[in-house]
């Protein structure tokens, strides 16, 4: 197997934006392609994730972006896998350039759907859940993350505060950050006053809905050697899956695929949870920052909150979680999330963090999920 | 198989598959057994009848379900059994109104998929 790197990394902002689908894609791939230093003629194939193309009518996202770098005759794929779109396609293009197939590849993630509205999109996501069971009887992607919220509360000792406390500690990264979405500081009280979304969750308990894209550039660790002396090497690389529903699941406040793809990824990188530096986790909802730290490994089961609660994850903690402001913060582009976090990453761990740089980092971690966790990837990176 | 699920909750019942090969009981709506992976199933027939294992309460409902807003999305463990199965009960809008535990029953199917109501 080839050693993989991540050679260059490029965003646009998340939030509302104006510019169409096609035009982010090609500025956060232009931005990537720029940081790495290639030219377009270099890439030997593009991975672009997306879910909700049609909602700015264009999907078949791969060649549209290809065309529009000049190599329309490279190969692409177009990926969906809800949520948890771009670290999936990220593991696309790792396993083939691990296995050799390819030198370089550009893998971007991209969201256009602010301009749908709350029903379009709160409707249109419900059917990333197994929907005979799910949005079909009115669960709302909050309503899922609120039943886990609810089964967490009851089993642990914890409380509504404390969910809250992982949004305010996710604002204040987020101020830091440039590209976020929401760039405000907000109090445990803002939180516990607003207005109830899916009981118990709170509208400051979930993400916002953001465009955006993100884009990194991939390639084998000879290629990166020939290019540049800042490049972060993927070291682990981890998948995994869980039942599609959350009745499917025996325990509700733990998500398998989390556990299967970080097991797998701490296995190829040889370490453990205790290794890790920091790490961008998907908090599409207060209550899911807490479980995933849980089943990453970070904190026994249960223990997550009174972690949060110590200022263990906040960005000068012992292991800051989501130092770019996470889902939470920065945004949630669906398709483009996984990516994104990549970019934090590789930002990190290149010196290129700026105020929200988290001191002494050399192992950063990804851990990003499509719907309620029914598909996941986690991803280790090392700096040089 | 859909289908004789659904007939099934219609008159208040739980499809399920056994696998004649380890017994592993499944919802009506698998193929091949989630613990041996053999195919062969007999079905089995369940009350529906259970408790509350999770839930919350939709107050930005998906389109459709506007005029039942707020309404409970729930979880259900069902009688003797380890499996559980979700669905809309409506009329719901404090958590006061349905402890965790509460017991509760499948009354139906419709456009609101599967019917839940407490007992
Ligand atoms: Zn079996």
Redesign the interface.
């Known amino acids: 197997m080839e050693k993989v790197c991540v050679l260059g990394a490029g965003s646009t902002k998340y939030g509302k934006l104006d510019d169409s689908i096609t035009d982010i894609t090609i500025q956060a791939s232009i931005g990537a392609i720029e940081s790495a230093g290639i030219d377009p003629k270099e890439i030997q194939a593009g991975y672009i994730s997306n879910v909700f193309g049609v909602a700015d009518k264009q999907v078949h996202l791969g060649p549209v972006i290809m065309s529009n770098l000049g190599i329309p005759e490279k190969p692409s794929l177009s990926i969906e896998s809800a949520c948890g779109s771009g670290s999936v396609s990220f593991r696309e293009a790792f396993a083939n350039v691990a296995a050799g197939f390819y030198d370089a590849v550009l893998v971007a993630g991209t969201e256009k759907v602010t301009h749908t509205g709350?029903?379009w999109t709160?409707?249109y996501f419900?059917y990333c859940s197994d929907f005979?069971?799910?949005?079909?009887?009115?669960?709302?992607f909050?309503?899922?993350f609120?039943?886990?919220a609810?089964?967490y509360l009851?089993e642990f000792k914890a409380t509504e505060e404390d969910l809250a406390a992982v949004a305010v500690k996710n604002h204040e990264n987020g101020l830091l950050n440039p590209k976020a979405h929401l760039r405000k500081k907000i109090s445990i009280d803002d939180v516990m006053k607003s207005?109830?979304?899916?009981?118990?969750?709170k509208l400051y308990d979930c993400c916002p809905f953001s465009d955006g894209a993100s884009a990194v550039i991939l390639c084998s660790e000879k290629f990166a050697k020939e290019h540049s002396k800042n490049y972060v090497n993927v070291i682990g690389s981890g998948r995994g899956g869980s039942p599609a529903?959350?009745?499917?699941r025996?325990h509700?406040t733990t998500i398998p695929s989390t556990k299967l793809a970080a097991q797998a990824a701490y296995k190829m990188a040889g370490i453990t949870a205790k290794d890790i530096d920091f790490a961008e986790v998907h908090d599409c909802f207060t209550i899911a920052e807490v479980v995933d730290t849980e089943d990453l490994g970070f904190f026994e089961k249960g223990a997550g909150v009174q972690a949060v609660r110590e200022g263990r994850t906040a960005r000068n903690g012992d292991i800051p979680i989501n130092p770019s402001g996470g889902l939470k913060a920065k945004g949630h582009p669906i398709g483009a999330t996984g990516v994104g976090q990549v970019v934090e990453v590789f930002e990190q761990l290149t010196g290129k963090a700026g105020e929200r740089t988290v001191k002494d980092a050399k192992i950063g971690l990804t851990h990003n999920f499509g719907a309620t966790g029914a598909s996941c990837a986690v991803h280790i990176f090392q700096g040089v | 198989m859909?289908q004789e699920f659904v007939d099934a909750v219609k008159s208040g019942k739980v499809l399920a598959k056994k696998c004649t090969k380890c017994s592993h009981l499944h919802?009506a709506?698998v193929y091949f057994c989630q613990n041996c992976g053999a195919k062969g199933f007999e079905n089995e027939i369940l009350n529906g009848t259970g408790t509350v294992?999770?839930?919350?309460?939709?107050?930005?409902?998906?389109?459709?379900?506007e005029k039942?807003t707020p309404?409970a999305?729930v979880?259900m463990k069902i009688d003797d059994s380890?499996l559980?199965?979700?669905?809309?009960l409506g009329g719901i809008g404090s958590?006061s109104q349905l402890p965790?535990g509460s017991r509760i029953k499948i009354t139906g199917y419709d456009d609101?998929?599967?019917l839940l109501e407490k007992q």
């Open positions: 709350t029903e709160t409707t419900s005979f069971y799910e949005g079909g009887a009115g669960a709302s909050p309503g899922l609120a039943s886990m609810r089964a009851n207005a109830v979304v899916a009981s118990p969750l529903t959350l009745q499917g025996d509700m | 859909k919802l709506t294992a999770t839930y919350t309460i939709i107050t930005v409902p998906p389109a459709g379900f039942y309404y999305w979880v380890e559980r199965v979700s669905g809309f958590p965790m609101r998929g599967i």
